[in-house]
């Protein structure tokens, strides 16, 4: 089994200069708001949620413009007239904190990717739809995919992840949770090796110290030793030898915003309260399961059990 985390960058040039043709060609036009779409980088994910963000706003009655990018420059006339700033990824956001006031709703970034923006800058309008999975999800995934589980491991870091929470969770699923909290990741194979022996497969949770590309490699080499399923929380995860996980792409987020937006005031937008993804995909790695004996039932009921619409 080869474990390597892909990066893929694809170019979607095209949304942003049709945004720009669209405020030309309708100067006078009258929108109901004026939203600005910042991005970390106009390629990959954020790029996607841009494209798919201009295509399901299309018929709202608001004016979307693309106000750049932290990479490449942030269009300062463009923030100046918007009513609302709508930023994919940390670093979209960071760069407009500060430039001015205005409503800022984050997308694609982690809760806790939001939660430093929002102590960095305690006064700004700040709200953001994250991508942070549901543990209840992820569980409810490892019981569709290994109903006759009991006991399932967790690594936590020790930036305050919510261990409560997460045995809360797993307890309503059906499932006991044995966990270790890694200070750094010298200590991490040890914590991982120590969790896998009392388990029957292991939990990838977003804490920030867990997530980097070499301990999620020291998370699958060690699980896959230990013939130990890995259920994770993004596609990438699956593709570098988790069994499974579950997660929501770009063009999800982009449609629960515009779900947002088409309910908010036409006038002045209030933001929402911060929130996970609604919707989600779910991936899997036929061969990881093939090579750990686990049966994968067709997607659709793997989702419904997913969702807890049908009993464990």
């Known amino acids: 089994m080869r474990v390597r985390l892909p990066h893929r960058l694809v170019l979607h040039g095209w949304f942003g200069c049709g945004l720009l043709w669209l405020g030309l060609l309708l100067p006078s036009t009258v929108f109901a708001l004026e939203v600005a779409v910042v991005v970390s980088q106009p390629a990959g994910p954020h790029q996607a949620f841009a494209d798919a963000f201009g295509r399901v706003t299309a018929g709202l009655g608001h004016r979307i413009v693309l106000a750049g990018s932290a990479r490449q420059g942030v269009d300062d006339r463009v923030l100046a007239r918007a009513d609302l700033v709508v930023a994919s990824g940390e670093a979209a956001a960071a760069a407009v904190l500060g430039r001015h006031r205005r409503p800022i709703l984050a997308t694609m970034l982690s809760r806790e990717a939001f939660e430093r923006l929002r102590r960095r800058h305690p006064e700004a309008a700040l709200s953001a739809f994250t991508l942070d999975q549901p543990a209840e999800r992820q569980l409810r ?16 870091g020790d930036a305050g992840f919510d261990r409560e929470a997460l045995a809360s969770a797993a307890d309503r699923v059906g499932l006991a949770l044995t966990t270790a909290v890694v200070a750094g990741e010298s200590a991490l194979i040890r914590g991982l090796e120590n969790v896998l022996r009392d388990s029957d497969a292991f939990l990838a949770i977003p804490d920030p110290l867990l997530s980097s590309p070499s301990a999620a490699r020291a998370i699958l080499l060690t699980s896959y030793r230990f013939r130990k399923p890995v259920i994770a929380f993004s596609q990438a995860y699956v593709e570098a030898g988790a069994l499974a ?7 999800q987020v982009a449609t629960e915003v515009a779900a947002w937006l088409a309910r908010a005031r036409k006038d002045k937008p209030r933001l929402p309260a911060p929130r996970g993804p609604a919707a989600f995909e779910i991936a899997i790695n036929h061969q990881v399961a093939r090579a750990l004996g686990v049966r994968v039932d067709d997607e659709a009921s793997l989702r419904r059990l997913t969702e807890g619409a049908a009993s464990r």
């Open 245 to 251: 996980a579950v997660y929501t792409t770009p063009e």
């Open 141 to 156: 995934l490892l019981r569709a995919l290994l109903p006759e589980s009991r006991r399932v491991g967790a690594l936590v």
